[in-house]
């Protein structure tokens, strides 16, 4: 038995002592392997369940959104309003048709790479006992949106063939016909949906469970949802102020002077209404939240910690698919409604749902769990709302940015500072990116959807956003630094709490004064805030829809125009509920052979939005040199007649060829499918029934489907000169500098030489070169035209305060280019000999705003520039260089075509909206001006504005879903800057009771109408 020195250490108790031994530093070759091996792991779990095959996922993604794209498409095209739609001035409607093959097949490519990455991952989809309840699913809804998209190529025998080989030669598949939304698309929704829902719960199933949460305490619920809402108020405020501010401030807003139309005292009002109804709006906006987040709050307590996990993706990605798709479809209500397209809204919203669930499922997942590590490391919770916002914020891209995640262990709490500040760039960036596109918008927007409807919409929802983003930052700081340990701590979080309590009741308090201070506001602050401020109207028109009681579309309360809140048969402005009348066919008989036998033939020539400033025979235009920009229509007013005060009661192109058509103040209801087009409205086009009863032989229709389909009587489509033309020019003629309009010229042209003589003719065409958007005219496209030197000379007076405006230059161009083609026409017939004999009318089917009322080519109002038309009328027999100063209207053409023919109507016994302009053709020393000045008239235009002129000079405006009124005198105001609204009380009741008495004559212009029966009579008043 050995035994140790005496001197030896003693080491039973303590062992021995650690040696003091020097480790060896780790080579850079090492650095960088482990670093390598780190990201290898990282991306590997981009492939694991857990992140839901990450990249296959955004393959699925992108065959969602792109399967809801075609749906929309489809559904547009394939409706009866298709035909009357211009694609070429929708730009997503002409990408789609020019892309819809590209579209169609890339949607299944992606859909199949999502499939493959799931056969890929079979393995470990096997758990639990539904495992092939996603890959059965997402198969089916391939399967699905691939039929009901599907496409063929016209004319084709084996589309998919024909499409490939077009694809691979680089040409386009113009005009797809498509298939017609069926129940394809409602399983192909339902099963995407499914399949979505089936994704997180196959991502989640593998979470631990968790008991329920424990019930927060009623005061702590309640401080935290009011210092979200004094956040969202505040958030969404600020951003308003920066809007209401730039009203005022010329150097941001275009440079418009708003000011010239207040009177004094008027801008502190418009102030208080704008900043008022921002805060009433916030404050809806941000409760409703609220109260979203206090019903998931309080589910959530009864669900483990996997379904709260579910409800919480699930919520977040129908916010996500709210915010995207709802405010363009509610714009889309009306069509939706009367075509009964309701797959539009449910496959939308199904298919962008579908889309961004597992995307969100995945990105919670990986939250949750990286920071539930991070916690056990630092000490700091993360709470619900905050693993929510960074889902919010990130989850397009949270897989990847777990790539460069710091391991765990090292500075534990940088990585959930990082993605804070990280989510809080991506939500001002958002915002910014929605402030930038809407200042930047110029979209020839149908209904003006997109900044009328969805910017307002991510405004605000990115405001909340960063308002929970201020929340959820100050929560960590303050958990970082005050832990909940300690009495201090927890007087300090009570007394926070009470504060945010009080706080917010009193800012909820304040959000109603709209309710009772509004009264004393002047009605012009209401209109021009209505006219000018697209964030009021869109505030405005939400919370109108919110308190409307009666659910008739218009709000008695906040200067709403609901004359009777509970009852839906009296709307804004007291007019009864619109409801389409009976309207019997007009019958005509000739009662003047002599006058028939001699009438001539007829010419129409439609400008499309053409103001009269714009025809140097108005006498407004100065070019250097004298100079015209118009010589041939000038040459057609020295030839014939220049009517200074014409007048369309309806900017609309299609209702102004309605009342030169019919010699009635009769309105398309547009985008209408509750009822076929076609003879429902050529059976009031009078002029092709006295056409026909006069013997026309020959006809040149407008080269436009809507004219034809919805004036011209069946019988005569079939006698329309070329009527298979495509008069969109190929992309060889678009380089030429060819347009539309040149080549309806071209085909009239050819219609005037294939004339024989004696032959009765009769042509229209639109020309709508002058539509936006505007292009200049080339050089050698201007010398081809008659200008060897080009266009540029026109552009001298496009002057705007005191500044050349490039788009007044590209219009005035553009109507120059529309002369040159007015011009060929007129040399061809009298080329042909037809001039002398030949019935010419040129006239505008609106005017247009170049910034008198700070719009550009607005046409959806009713001022004077809108309604004010060039009108020039050559009548064979009857005296040239005729002016005419007396007010005439659309609606006269046709009485005066009548009288030149000798023909009357003969039955129903109600008259024609219009007087003949014969007296005044042929200077008629007798003719009384007067006749034509004491009318009264009713105004509309599409988007619900009502108005009603009384003898030409006092003109009454009602925008009825804000409730906001105009009245002017147009004798004292010709320019209409002056709101009479709240000076003469008098007079803005009788114009009111003038636009209820214009309503009760003519409500099928409101409303619309019904075909009767050739025996019915006609019914004056729609109340039932």
Not at 206 to 224: G, I, T
Not at 691 to 697: E, H, R, S, V
Request: with cysteine; hydrophobic share 45%.
């Amino acid at each position: 038995m050995s035994t140790l020195p005496a001197d030896a250490p003693d080491w039973s108790e303590d062992g021995p002592p650690p040696l003091d031994l020097p480790l060896p530093r780790p080579t850079l070759r090492e650095r960088l392997s482990r670093i390598g091996q780190g990201l290898l792991r990282r991306a590997r779990e981009l492939w694991s369940p857990a992140s839901g095959w990450y990249l296959a996922a955004l393959a699925w993604c992108a065959f969602a959104l792109l399967s809801a794209l075609l749906l929309a498409f489809r559904c547009v095209m394939t409706s009866e309003f298709a035909q009357f739609l211009q694609v070429e001035n929708i730009p997503v409607l002409k990408y789609v048709e020019g892309h819809y093959a590209k579209i169609y097949v890339l949607g299944l490519g992606c859909g199949g790479l999502f499939f493959a990455g799931l056969f890929a991952g079979w393995t470990t989809l096997r758990q639990g006992r539904l495992w092939w309840l996603w890959p059965a699913l997402t198969l089916l809804a391939l399967g699905a949106a691939g039929w009901a998209n599907r496409f063929s190529v016209p004319g084709a025998q084996a589309p998919f063939a024909e499409t490939w080989n077009a694809l691979r030669s680089g040409q386009g598949v113009p005009k797809p016909e498509v298939a017609a939304p069926g129940a394809w698309d409602w399983l192909a929704a339902c099963w995407v949906c499914a399949a979505a829902a089936a994704a997180v719960l196959a991502l989640t199933r593998s979470e631990s469970r968790a008991a329920p949460k424990a019930r927060p305490a009623v005061l702590s619920l309640f401080a935290r949802l009011s210092m979200l809402y004094l956040l969202g108020c505040l958030s969404i405020l600020a951003y308003a102020i920066l809007d209401h501010r730039t009203f005022w401030d010329a150097g941001r807003n275009g440079g418009y002077h708003y000011e010239r139309f207040f009177a004094p005292g008027e801008p502190f009002w418009l102030n208080a209404v704008l900043y008022s109804t921002s805060w009433l709006f916030a404050s809806l906006a941000t409760g409703l939240i609220c109260a979203g987040c206090a019903a998931l709050g309080l589910i959530e307590r009864w669900l483990d910690a996997v379904w709260r996990e579910r409800l919480r993706v699930a919520a977040l990605a129908a916010l996500w698919s709210a915010a995207l798709m709802l405010p363009w479809l509610i714009k889309l209500l009306p069509e939706i409604r009367s075509s009964q397209a309701w797959i539009l809204p449910f496959g939308l919203v199904a298919c962008v749902w579908g889309a961004l669930a597992p995307a969100l499922a995945v990105a919670a997942i990986w939250l949750r769990r990286d920071l539930v590590r991070q916690e056990g490391e630092t000490g700091v919770e993360s709470g619900d709302g905050e693993r929510a916002l960074l889902a919010f914020a990130l989850f397009p891209f949270y897989p990847l940015l777990r790539l460069v995640r710091p391991p765990s262990g090292w500075k534990a709490w940088l990585w959930p500072a990082a993605l804070i500040v990280l989510a809080g760039a991506v939500l001002g960036g958002l915002t910014w990116g929605e402030h930038w596109a809407d200042e930047h918008y110029e979209l020839d927007d149908w209904r003006d959807m997109i900044r009328s409807g969805l910017f307002p919409t991510l405004r605000a929802l990115f405001a909340v956003a960063c308002a929970s983003w201020v929340y959820v930052s100050l929560s960590r700081l303050a958990r970082h630094l005050l832990p909940p340990e300690g009495a201090a701590a927890r007087g300090g979080w009570r007394a926070a709490r009470i504060g945010a309590a009080v706080l917010g009741a009193a800012g909820l308090l304040f959000a109603l004064w709209p309710f009772w201070g509004w009264h004393t506001v002047p009605k012009n602050v209401f209109a021009r805030a209505a006219e000018f401020s697209n964030r009021y109207e869109f505030e405005l028109g939400f919370l109108h829809w919110l308190f409307d009681f009666d659910r008739d579309g218009y709000a008695g309360v906040l200067g709403g125009a609901d004359a009777d809140d509970r009852d839906p048969d009296v709307q804004a402005g007291g007019l009864p509920r619109p409801l389409a009348p009976e309207i019997p066919d007009d019958v005509f008989e000739i009662r003047d052979a002599e006058r028939a036998r001699t009438f001539p033939s007829v010419a129409i020539v439609f400008l499309e939005g053409v103001a009269p400033r714009f025809l140097d025979v108005y006498g407004q235009r100065k070019l250097a040199d004298g100079r015209l920009a118009t010589p041939h229509m000038d040459g057609l007013a020295r030839d014939g007649a220049l009517f200074l005060n014409a007048r369309c009661t309806y900017p609309s192109t299609w209702d102004g060829w309605y009342m030169v058509n019919a010699g009635r103040f009769l309105r398309i209801t547009e985008m209408d499918n509750s009822r076929s087009f076609g003879e429902h409205y050529a059976r009031h086009a009078n002029l092709q029934k006295v056409l026909k009863l006069l013997g026309a032989t020959r006809y040149a229709f407008a080269d436009t489907t809507p004219y034809v389909d919805l004036f011209v009587p069946f019988e005569l489509r079939a006698l329309n000169f070329e009527p298979d033309l495509d008069s969109d020019p190929s992309r060889d003629e678009e380089e030429r500098g060819i347009t539309r309009g040149d080549k309806r010229t071209e085909r009239l042209i050819r219609f005037i030489d294939d004339l024989q003589p004696g032959e009765r003719f009769f042509f229209c065409e639109h020309m709508v070169d002058t539509h936006f958007p505007w292009h200049r005219v080339e050089r050698a496209r201007a010398a081809e035209l008659g200008y060897p030197d080009g266009m540029a000379f026109v552009e001298e007076d496009a002057i705007i305060d005191g500044q050349k405006n490039e788009r007044l230059a590209k219009h005035q161009q553009s109507v120059t280019r529309m002369d040159t083609q007015v011009g060929r026409i007129l040399d061809k017939l009298k080329e042909k000999g037809l001039y002398d004999s030949t019935l010419v009318i040129l006239v505008s089917d609106h005017g247009c705003q170049w910034y008198e009322h700070e719009h550009c080519y607005y046409v959806s109002h009713l001022y004077e520039q809108s309604l004010r038309i060039p009108l020039l009328v050559k009548m064979p027999g009857c005296p040239a260089g005729i002016t005419v100063e007396a007010p005439v209207l659309q609606t006269d053409l046709f009485p005066t075509i009548l009288e030149l023919a000798g023909i009357e109507k003969v039955r129903p016994a109600r008259p024609l909206d219009g007087v003949s302009l014969v007296p005044l053709l042929r200077g008629d020393p007798g003719a009384d001006p007067a006749r034509y000045a004491r009318r009264d008239l009713i105004l509309t235009t599409h988007y619900d504005t009502l108005g009603a002129i009384h003898d030409f000079r006092e003109k009454l405006i009602i925008d009825r879903p804000t409730g906001a009124l105009w009245l002017f005198d147009l004798a004292e105001d010709p320019m209409e800057t002056r709101n009479l609204a709240d000076a003469r009380p008098e007079l803005l009741q009788r114009m009111l009771d003038l636009l209820r008495e214009l309503n009760r004559r003519h409500p099928e212009f409101v409303a619309g109408f019904k075909q009767a029966p050739d025996d019915h009579g006609y019914e004056a008043n729609p109340r039932r």
